[in-house]
């Protein structure tokens, strides 16, 4: 039987650890939620806000198409499609960063980008998550969460 010091000494180098791997595991899941975000996005659907279902982006003006038609989009996209990736760049912009102790933010890395989010969000938002993919990350951190968590 072991000393009730050492149990308590093994039990606190487990929560470091898991403090430890929880910084990881945050950023993973501020990784996944991009991504999500960036697949809707580019498939023609938004959230307008945090837990609302995904509806589809706002269709293109007819002149907005025409002008795409002539100068043939850059990105992932055709030229009649409302996705937000006349060049893909704005998107793909978008990252998840470590911000402190087992936090992250999802954030874009130009500011060219950040000013076109905030330009097109009023007509076309998509920089939120729908329930469902708040229900995959959840899922998905509590995954994360029992692996940790594990008895060895």
Known sequence: M??????????????KDIG????????????AAVELIKKRTR??????NHGDTKKKLKPLSKEYRAQRKRNKPTG???AGKSNL???????DDLKAKKKDDNTATIEFDGKDSQDKAEWVSD????????????????????KKMKKLTKKE
């Open 2 to 15: 072991s000393k009730p010091s050492s149990d308590i000494d093994k039990m606190i180098k487990k929560l």
């Open 20 to 31: 430890t791997s929880m910084e990881d595991e945050v950023i993973d899941v501020a990784k």
């Open 43 to 48: 498939l023609g659907f938004g959230v307008k």
């Open 76 to 78: 992932p996209t055709t």
């Open 85 to 91: 990736t006349k060049s893909g760049d704005m998107l």
């Open 123 to 142: 007509d076309r938002p998509f920089n939120k998550l729908s329930k469902a993919e708040q229900k995959q990350l959840t899922q998905m951190l509590d």
